[in-house]
């Protein structure tokens, strides 16, 4: 079974730091893009970072210049720094990886999604 589990959530105050890790793992082949969303209360789940295997990124704009997003894909891990926390960045954060398996001489991508990790900014 595959299972993907994001920790590094927090209680911070605005302007901190915090760093997210999403680890993958099971009977993974490889993993082709892994993505950060975040979903608030009472709001829909949106995509703040993307990264893919060889390390190309993107952001959304809300939070381009302050979120950092990176991969380890020896570990099936990916890592988002949070900087300059503002309070709208309270959310629950979750990880997404678009993972290869292979079974019966098939090989498939599925997508995968964490539990998800709170961050809560107080102002």
């Known amino acids: 079974q595959v299972h993907v589990v994001e920790s590094g959530g927090g209680l911070v105050q605005a302007g901190g730091s915090l760093r997210l890790s999403c680890a993958a793992s099971?009977?993974?082949?490889?993993?082709?893009?892994m993505d950060w969303y975040r979903q608030a209360p009472g709001k829909q789940r949106e995509l703040v970072a993307s990264?893919?295997?060889?390390?190309?990124?993107n952001y959304a704009d809300s939070v381009s210049g302050r979120f950092t997003i990176s991969r380890d894909n020896a570990k099936n891990t990916a890592y988002l720094q949070i900087n300059s926390l503002k309070p709208e960045d309270t959310a629950v954060y979750y990880c997404?990886?678009?993972?290869?398996?292979?079974?019966?001489?098939?090989?498939?991508?599925?997508?995968?999604w964490g539990q998800g990790t709170q961050v809560t900014v107080s102002s």
């Open positions: 990264i893919t295997s060889g390390g190309s990124t």
């Open positions: 997404n990886a678009h993972i290869l398996l292979s079974g019966s001489g098939v090989s498939y991508y599925r997508d995968y």
């Open positions: 099971g009977p993974i082949v490889s993993i082709n893009t």
